[in-house]
């Protein structure tokens, strides 16, 4: 069992700048590929992010030029930098750990652990 604890959500105004940390379980974090989704009050969850193994990434296009994911295997730690901040973006944010392919994927099935959940909250 992997466990994800996810950190750092809370009440922002626009424009604003927020980071999100998920700390994972060390010994085999190097190896896996992991992101975020979000899930907004009524809606889907969807896609935010992902970074794999080799640390390329990937990022929805409502976030892309806002939003850096990057980790530091050193801290087990996955990031998500979240700068000018909408009031769509409001949504609980998961952190996701892929531990069988270490590759992007944007898809929740390809996910074997999620995080609890953080809320972020953009208020207009």
């Known amino acids: 069992q992997v466990q994800l604890v996810e950190s750092g959500g809370g009440l922002v105004q626009t424009g604003d700048s927020v980071r999100l940390s998920c700390v994972a379980p060390?010994?085999?974090?190097?190896?896996?590929?992991m992101g975020w989704f979000r899930q907004a009050p009524g809606k889907e969850r969807e896609f935010v992010a992902a970074?794999?193994?080799?640390?390329?990434?990937y990022y929805a296009d409502s976030v892309k030029g806002r939003f850096t994911i990057s980790r530091d295997n050193a801290k087990n730690t996955v990031y998500l930098q979240m700068n000018s901040l909408k009031p769509e973006d409001t949504a609980v944010y998961y952190c996701?750990?892929?531990?069988?392919?270490?590759?992007?994927?944007?898809?929740?099935?390809?996910?074997?652990?999620w995080g609890q959940g953080t809320q972020v909250t953009v208020s207009s």
């Open positions: 060390g010994r085999i974090f190097s190896g896996y590929a």
């Open positions: 996701v750990a892929r531990t069988r392919f270490p590759t992007i994927a944007t898809v929740e099935w390809h996910y074997d652990y």
């Open positions: 970074i794999a193994r080799s640390d390329s990434t």
